[in-house]
């Protein structure tokens, strides 16, 4: 099969570059004892992305809590669409350090208003009972296009601030199994599953891995609770957008190997689709659950 021509006009980079400059937005600037600053990611989408803010967010609470407590789980708040042309201030409140649980709560502020919150709890590692869910049987990732490729084969028909965007490549490759074609989507189970991994080797280091993980895991969560409706956030009468989000973290992974989110959606109704995610290695590892509420507003 021929390579897809990039658009005339559009210079994208190489991958490598552009997981370089993800990490770089993560990491954030400490401009005072607990406050953060982070400058703002444009996807073309009008709003800033929720998983920028999600990782941006964990990323400010990792740099308060010591390296033997890991991030365990985290439950955030979208309360105002973020501005992507503007940097994000991030006040970090240590609520808690116990004897085996942190606490940190990390609010972020645009234009002197809050436009996220976030709690987080981090532990030392313990030994304990375990058990998990097996992992569904599912192609691999081999041979799967990605979406950039399938972007390219249809980029005449993706509008213009977008185009940019999606045909060129990100630094979080996902590779969606038996995808919906955004232009004319097919009665579906609300029901998704991706691979996905970095664009490039990460650190060594488990807390990166965390908080690349936390801005990949908005990729196509709230979709899912569309599938069942014949809609995608594509179009100009859908109003799509994340109102919560949470994460549990379960053991440790690279996202610089293969992994797939497994995407569900039990309930839509007023307006709003909660739509649950299991995340696994490539060997079935759970490693990752994720949870999140959209707001799904059909305007005829």
């Not at 179009?235 to 957008?241: C, I």
């Not at 053991?251 to 959606?265: A, G, Y």
């Not at 995610?277 to 507003?297: C, K, N, P, Y």
Request: aromatic letters at 8%; hydrophobic letters at 40%.
């Amino acid at each position: 099969m021929r390579p897809h021509k990039k658009p005339q006009g559009i210079p994208c980079g190489e991958p490598r570059k552009r997981l370089e400059e993800l990490l770089t937005l993560l990491k954030l600037e400490k401009i005072e004892e607990n406050i953060f600053r982070g400058r703002s990611q444009d996807l073309g989408f009008g709003n800033i992305f929720g998983g920028q803010v999600l990782g941006q967010a964990l990323s400010a609470a990792v740099q308060t809590v010591t390296p033997d407590r890991p991030v365990h789980s985290l439950h955030a708040y979208f309360l105002l669409p973020g501005d992507p042309a503007r940097p994000i201030v991030y006040n970090v409140d240590c609520i808690r350090d116990g004897k085996s649980f942190t606490t940190r709560r990390v609010v972020a502020v645009q234009k002197g208003r809050a436009i996220f919150s976030m709690s987080a709890s981090f532990q030392v590692e313990e030994e304990g009972f375990e058990h998990q869910d097996e992992i569904p049987e599912v192609p691999g990732p081999e041979g799967i296009p990605s979406e950039v490729e399938m972007a390219r084969a249809v980029q005449d028909r993706i509008p213009e601030p977008l185009r940019a965007k999606l045909v060129c490549e990100r630094p979080i490759e996902i590779r969606p199994i038996d995808p919906v074609n955004p232009f004319a989507p097919k009665k579906k189970a609300p029901a998704r599953y991706a691979w996905f991994r970095a664009n490039g080797t990460l650190p060594d280091d488990r807390t990166v891995h965390q908080y690349v993980l936390a801005y990949a895991s908005d990729f196509g969560l709230v979709s899912t609770s569309l599938l069942p409706h014949k809609h995608t956030f594509w179009e100009a009468s859908m109003q799509v957008a994340s109102l919560d989000h949470a994460m549990w973290f379960h053991r440790p992974f690279r996202m610089d190997d293969w992994l797939l989110h497994v995407m569900k959606s039990p309930s839509a109704a007023n307006a709003r689709g909660v739509n649950f995610g299991r995340v696994f290695t490539r060997d079935g590892v759970l490693v990752a659950s994720t949870a999140q509420e959209g707001l799904i507003r059909y305007r005829a």
